[in-house]
C-alpha cells in the first residue's frame, strides 16, 4: 500500500462512499456510547433497567444479524441499509424531540444507542460487508477491510472525545437536557449516510436458478468453512464477552478512576486501534491474512495475562490500549477472509454467520464476569478469556491458512 490519498484514488467509486458512510456513522456512535447510559442516569433511569433496555438491543440485533445476511443474498444489500438509515433518522429526532421513557426506549433500540458498532450498520453489518466486498479481488480485500475498520475507529474516537460536551452544555441547557444536542450528531451521521448509499450501486450477481451438480458441491463445501467459522468465532465471542463490557467497571473497582480517566482511555484506544488497523493492512500484503491476524492475535493475549497484574492505573491502561488495538486491529483482515470463504450471492450469508457467532457466546461474558467480579476474584475473567483467546488463534490458523485471500495462488472468486 503506497500513500493513503493514493491508496484511496485506485478504489472504485462505490467503495469509497460505502467508506464514507462508515466515518459519517461512527461519530456519533462514539459520542454516544460514552454519554447515553448516563444520559439515561440523568433522567433518573435505575441501573437495571438501563441494563435491561441494552440486553433488549443486543438481542434484537443478533436476530436482525442471522436473517439480514441470507436475504440480502437474495434482494440485494442497496434497499437494506437505506431502510437502516431512514430508521436511524427517525430514532434521531424522536431521542432530540422527546425524553418519555417508552419512546426514548424505542428509539434507543432503533437506534443502537450506546451500544456502538465501529461505524456499522449495526445489525445489517453483514449487509454492509459482503456489499464493500463487491468490485475488489480477493488479494485487495484485507487492505480495504483493514481501512474500513480504522476509518470506524477514528470516527469513535473523536465520537468519545465528543461525549464531554454537555459538560459545556450544562450552562445553557438544564439537567438531562445537556445530553440531548449529541443526537445530532447521529442525525447528521445518518442523513449523510442515506445520501451516499443512494448514490452507491449494488453490483449484485445472483446465482444461476438451476445449479450444476459441481456447483452444489461446492456449496457443500461453503457451508463446511462457514460451520467451522462459526464454532471458531464462538471462542472469540466468549472471551470479548468476559473482558470487553466490564473494562470500564474493572478500571472503576481495580484503581478508583472514574468516567473521565475512562473515558480519555477508551477514546485513546479508538484512535490507536485505528492505527493498528492500517498497520495490519500493510502487514497483510507481506504476510498475508492469517498470518496477521495470528501473529497480532497472539501478542495481545501475552499482555492480557499481564494485564490484572499491574499495580498503577497507568499502567494497565496502557496494556489495555495496546492490546486493544492489537485485537481489533485485526478485524478488518477477519472480514476480508470471511467474505473470500464463498461465492459473491453468498457473502451476506458468511458475513451473518460470522457475526452471530460472536454475537450470542459475547452475551454470555458480562454475567460471569460480573459473578468473579462481584465475588472479589478481579483477574480470573482475563485468564479465562485468555485461554478462549488462545484457542481461537490455533483454531484460526489450522483452519484458513489454505484458504487466506491474499495468497498469490488464490483463485480470483
Known sequence: ???????????????????????????????LIVSFALYLHALGWSAPAIGGLFTVGLLIDAGLTTISGP??????????????????????????????????????????????????????????????????????RGGVY???????????????LLGGLPVLFGDILPGAMAYRPLFVLSLGG?????????????????????????????QRDENGLLFRLFGINALNGVAIGLIGPLMAYWFAVRFGKGPADIGGVMALAYFLTAASSVFAARLVERIGVVRSVVW???????????????????????????????????????????????REHRRGTAASTSSVAI??????????AGLFFGSGYLAAPFYIAAIFFGAYI????????????????????
Not at 432503533?110 to 458498532?117: P, Q, V
Not at 481501512?147 to 468519545?160: C, D, E, Y
Not at 445518518?190 to 459441481?214: F, G, K
Not at 490500549?321 to 467474505?339: K, M, N, P
Request: proline fraction near 6%.
Open 296 to 342: 497480532m492475535r497472539s501478542i495481545g493475549v501475552f499482555i492480557l495475562l499481564a494485564l490484572p497484574l499491574m499495580p498503577a492505573f497507568w499502567m494497565a491502561a496502557v496494556l489495555h490500549i495496546v492490546r486493544s488495538a492489537l485485537s481489533r486491529g485485526t478485524a478488518g483482515a477477519r472480514q476480508a477472509l470471511t467474505v473470500s470463504l464463498v
Open 394 to 413: 490455533v483454531m484460526f490458523r489450522r483452519t484458513f491458512a489454505r484458504h487466506d485471500p491474499s495468497r498469490p495462488n488464490e483463485r480470483d472468486r
Open 71 to 140: 436475504l440480502s443474498d437474495q434482494f440485494g444489500r442497496r434497499r437494506f441499509l437505506l431502510v437502516y438509515e431512514g430508521l436511524q433518522i427517525g430514532a434521531a429526532i424522536v431521542a432530540l424531540a422527546t425524553s418519555q421513557p417508552i419512546l426514548l426506549a424505542l428509539a434507543a433500540v432503533i437506534g443502537g444507542f450506546g451500544r456502538g458498532a465501529n461505524g456499522s450498520s449495526g445489525p445489517f453489518a453483514p449487509v454492509e460487508l459482503s456489499w464493500l466486498s463487491q468490485r475488489l479481488k480477493p488479494s485487495a
Open 1 to 31: 500500500m503506497t500513500s493513503i490519498s493514493s491508496f484511496f484514488t485506485t478504489l472504485p467509486r462505490d467503495t469509497r462512499f460505502l467508506l464514507g458512510a462508515r466515518a459519517a456513522r461512527s461519530v456519533g456512535q462514539g459520542a
Open 190 to 218: 445518518s442523513l449523510i449516510c442515506l445520501i451516499l448509499l443512494y448514490l452507491t450501486v449494488d453490483h449484485r450477481n445472483p446465482p444461476a436458478a438451476e445449479p450444476l451438480d459441481s456447483d452444489r458441491q461446492t
Open 359 to 368: 454475537q450470542l457466546p459475547r452475551a454470555i461474558g458480562p454475567l460471569a
Open 146 to 160: 483493514s481501512v474500513n475498520m480504522a476509518i470506524g475507529f477514528s470516527g469513535m474516537g473523536l465520537g468519545a
